[in-house]
């Protein structure tokens, strides 16, 4: 393939979909897990999701590529239609 912009690098299809790192659910963010920020009166619920939105549920456009093209190739029809929410699962905390 020949890129669009000539400072790209030209590069090769893959024959198969590499395998995603991501955790997904739909409708809500997978794997949410509240912070102590949630104790804090009046403001803490805003400040745990903001925390929780901005640290933790950000992803690779690689990652979210190579799940669309997975997804694609199975012919799944399981998203269709749905806000699907995507976490790396690298950023999961164990306690």
């Not at 949630?38 to 939105?53: E, K, Q, R």
Request: hydrophobic fraction near 45%; aromatic fraction near 8%.
């Amino acid at each position: 393939m020949v890129p669009a912009n000539p400072k790209q690098v030209t590069f090769d299809l893959l024959n198969a979909p590499k395998p995603h790192n991501l955790l997904l659910k739909a409708s809500y963010p997978p794997g949410w897990q509240n912070t102590w920020l949630l104790n804090i009166p009046w403001i803490g619920v805003t400040l745990n999701m903001a925390f929780i939105i901005l640290t933790a549920c950000t992803t690779k456009y690689e990652d979210v590529a190579d799940l669309l093209a997975g997804d694609l190739a199975s012919g799944s029809e399981e998203w269709i239609g749905m806000k699907v929410g995507m976490k790396d699962k690298v950023k999961m905390r164990t306690e």
